[in-house]
């Protein structure tokens, strides 16, 4: 047998639908390949993993990738089954982390590989349709493609290779990474609980029902209260312009109809279960991620005929309300909106013609495998002709349609539940730059719909109208490429300090204006933004990693103004006589905010938030400036002198005069006595010694412990222990959390 297979898929050719920072499928995840991964790990080690595949424990192996073209060995890799329920199953999932053990490290650009079994389903390939969907129809979903997995030497069968949805997921779409995450799990119902972002801390069986990823130590759920908020008190008339102050409807309402189209009854909308909710820094708005959908195309444990369900009422039947759903169908324009986007999907994205040839190309090439795969038949007793017999007729059981089979009924059936929906346009994506006295005001949005004529920006100045200029989809307007749906036009130079305010509208639908309230932008040359730096780290050995992992020099900007500030103009610099060693990033520092930018030489490979300078641990100088039309000038400006290691340097309070080393280091958070803001210390939960030198540290009771760095990534997870062992963890700051959600700081020196 051929360990590896080429073969060619005729690709599914269609327009997609607002597509923000969709990466391309690179090595890992190419769909004309299935590639072959090796597990090498100690038979003891596999042996106490699969006795005990709840405990999540990574088990040190050496792994291998080769797909015909390349072959690559990493050591010393994170090896462990995943799963919820189907940790019972004989055919495992398993994830291979490639950062556990060598912190910061990535292989082809991914920290972890999730590689799923798909055992409920004997097609082997629905996951990876329902997920081309969405991403087809310009959703942010993951990549995913089929592997060959073998652990040590024995063939363990055909998996689904699910990228993995973390920090580098989200910087890849939505270029940010320091949003709020949240993964929903059962009871996920989006249900109001009240006005104390504590209530949405809920919890089930397996943890937190909106489990927060990342910005764990402040345990913030203000945002997804202020989203839930806006859905349980806001009217249908005002809702529309409500909610899309903080929640991207509609690349949401695209979800649904994939949802609805693929029969995706484990999440949301019927199970409220299986996505993730991403804050977007960049937008301010919290994005919808599907996740987990392999029980679709008619894979169903409650006999529904979810083939034939009616597309606007799919979410009810289990007495429990969906409250985006509902509210967004009972609301005109989300409803003809949705429409529209379920129009697009049966009609031209998701046909029989182009479907099918995808489902054959695929199925023809992994087929030579399902008849080798040694766990195929462990679960459900499948054959090789039920594989094949799977994609056009039902099994039975949970096997309820045929793949094919549901796809042609679904089309159908859709087509006439489909509703006569208006045809207004769809207008995402507002976005302009930031410009000052004497340049162009550039603005771009996304317009999608039926019978778009001339698309416009409504401009004002100081109050008054000042211009409708038309934007353009020829390519030549700041605007993309041409017929990508993207528009643009540049407003002609302000030479006088101005406050403008502008609005979209398309010429056909004249008394429609987006976003419902102007955007303004503030074009003068202002007295210089109130940025400081604020602390910095200048021999960081140990202390604090960064998003790879790595110990890196760190600054920490602070912005000390009445008003938010954009960065994207502004520069940072080891040398004062060099002003524009690095531009800052493309993001706006909130009033008050604070902002961690790593010194680090390795802008061109970790990206905008990543310096070309590293700082001296023997003393230099610190410098922001203001762009370069101004010449540079200084905003601020520091001389430090020796650093110590593994201590920062700040000011004291933020902004303030004060220049000194910090008893307690603070990075993206205020600068204060103590340190940490006063909601997130519970005296009556005790840690001692502390601070403490290594060795064992105490708790005033028995206690489940979570123990975070400061960056807020878990270190460890302990059940009924009243003493933890650090001997081994590094100097710095660490958070303990037990099971009540009391926190402690603990100082490791």
């Known amino acids: 047998m051929k360990n590896i297979i080429l073969f060619f898929l005729i690709l599914l050719v269609t327009n997609t639908f607002a597509q923000p920072n969709q990466p391309d499928n690179g090595v890992l995840f190419a769909d004309y390949l299935i590639p072959r991964v090796d597990i090498y790990i100690s038979p003891d080690s596999l042996q106490e993993m699969y006795d005990n595949p709840w405990e999540e424990k990574e088990y040190k192996a050496d792994f291998n990738f080769s797909d015909g073209y390349i072959s690559e060995a990493v050591e010393n890799v994170g090896f462990r089954i995943k799963g919820n329920t189907s940790v019972n199953s004989q055919k ?20 972890k590989m999730n590689l799923n079994g798909e055992h409920n389903d004997p097609s082997v390939i629905r996951t ?147 996505y993730y909710l991403y804050h977007n820094m960049s937008t301010g708005k919290i994005e919808f991620i599907p996740y987990d959908v392999d029980n679709t195309f008619g894979i169903d444990w409650f006999n529904i005929p979810w083939a034939d369900r009616n597309i606007y009422n799919w979410s009810q039947g289990n007495g429990e309300s969906r409250a985006l759903y509902e509210r967004l169908m009972e609301v005109d324009k ?39 795969d040694p766990y195929y038949s462990a679960d459900y007793g499948y054959t090789l002709e039920d594989f094949d017999n799977s994609y056009t007729q039902a099994l039975g059981d949970h096997v309820k349609y045929g793949l094919k ?35 162009d005001l550039l603005i771009n949005a996304f317009v999608e719909g039926d019978a778009i004529n001339n698309v416009f920006a409504e401009v004002y100045v100081n109050g008054t109208f000042y211009d409708n200029v038309e934007m353009y989809d020829d ?17 002609a130079t302000f030479n006088d300090q101005s406050l403008v305010a502008y609005q979209i509208y398309i010429a056909n639908f004249p008394d429609m204006r987006y976003p419902c309230t102007p955007v303004e932008v503030n074009i003068s040359e202002d007295d210089a933004p109130q940025l400081y730096i604020n602390e910095f780290m200048a021999s960081n050995l140990n202390y604090l990693a960064d998003e790879y992992g790595e110990y890196d020099d760190w600054i920490e900007i602070f912005n000390g103004d009445d008003h938010d500030i954009w960065l994207g103009d502004k520069y940072i610099s080891d040398n004062i006589d060099n002003p524009d060693k690095s531009r800052l990033p493309d993001y706006t520092l909130k009033s008050g905010g604070h902002l961690i930018i790593w010194a680090d030489d390795d802008d061109e490979d970790q990206g905008d938030f990543h310096t070309s300078f590293k700082l001296s ?11 370069e039309e101004l010449g540079f000038p200084v905003i601020d400006a520091y001389t430090y002198p020796e650093q110590t290691t593994n201590i920062s340097y700040g000011r ?75 001997s081994h963890y590094k100097a710095g700051m660490y958070i303990l959390v037990n099971s009540e959600g009391q926190k402690q700081k603990l100082i490791v020196r």
């Open 92 to 111: 495992k999932s398993f994830r291979i982390s490639f950062n556990t053990f060598e912190p910061g490290r990535k292989f082809h650009e991914i920290e």
């Open 128 to 274: 990876k349709i329902a997920m081309d969907l969405y991403r087809q129809m310009g959703i942010p979903a993951p990549r995913t493609n089929h592997y060959l997995l073998y652990v040590n030497n024995n063939f363990y069968g055909v998996y689904m290779n699910v990228e993995h949805i973390d920090e580098i997921f989200t910087e890849l779409r939505f270029g940010n990474n320091n949003g709020n995450m949240y993964k929903c799990s059962y009871g996920a119902d989006l249900a109001y609980h009240g006005n104390d972002p504590d209530n949405y801390k809920m919890e089930n069986n397996n943890g937190r029902v909106y489990e927060l990823r990342g910005n764990k130590f402040r345990d913030d759920y203000s945002d997804l209260r202020d989203f839930i908020k806006i859905l349980e008190t806001t009217d249908n008339a005002s809702l529309p312009c409500a909610l899309d102050t903080i929640f991207d409807v509609q690349q949401y309402l695209k979800v649904m109809a994939v949802d609805i189209f693929v029969g995706h009854w484990d999440g949301y909308l019927y199970n409220k279960n299986n």
């Open 334 to 372: 989300y409803r003809d909106q949705f429409s529209f986007y379920m129009d697009k999907l049966i009609n031209e994205v998701a046909t029989e013609e182009s479907l099918f040839e995808k489902i054959d190309a695929i199925k023809d090439g992994i087929r030579p495998f399902i008849e080798l």
């Open 405 to 439: 089979q549901y796809i042609s009924q679904r089309i159908a059936s859709a087509q006439v539940q489909l509703e006569e929906y208006n045809t207004t346009p769809i207008v995402n994506f507002i976005d302009n730059n930031h410009p000052r006295l004497y340049e």
């Open 475 to 491: 390519g030549n307007h700041n605007d993309g490429v041409a017929g990508d749906m993207l528009y643009g036009c540049s407003v």
């Open 617 to 627: 641990k023997a003393g230099e100088e610190i410098a922001i400036f203001d762009r």
């Open 652 to 726: 004291l309070p933020d902004g303030g005069s004060y220049w000194g080393p910090m008893d307690i280091i603070t990075p993206g958070m205020r600068n204060t006595a103590d340190g940490i803001p006063e909601n997130i210390i519970d005296n009556t939960f005790v840690v001692y010694p502390n601070p403490t030198s290594g060795g064992y540290v105490y708790f005033n009771t028995i206690q489940n412990i979570e123990l975070y760095n400061t960056m807020g990534q878990l270190l460890l997870k302990s059940s009924e222990i009243q003493k933890i062992n650090l």
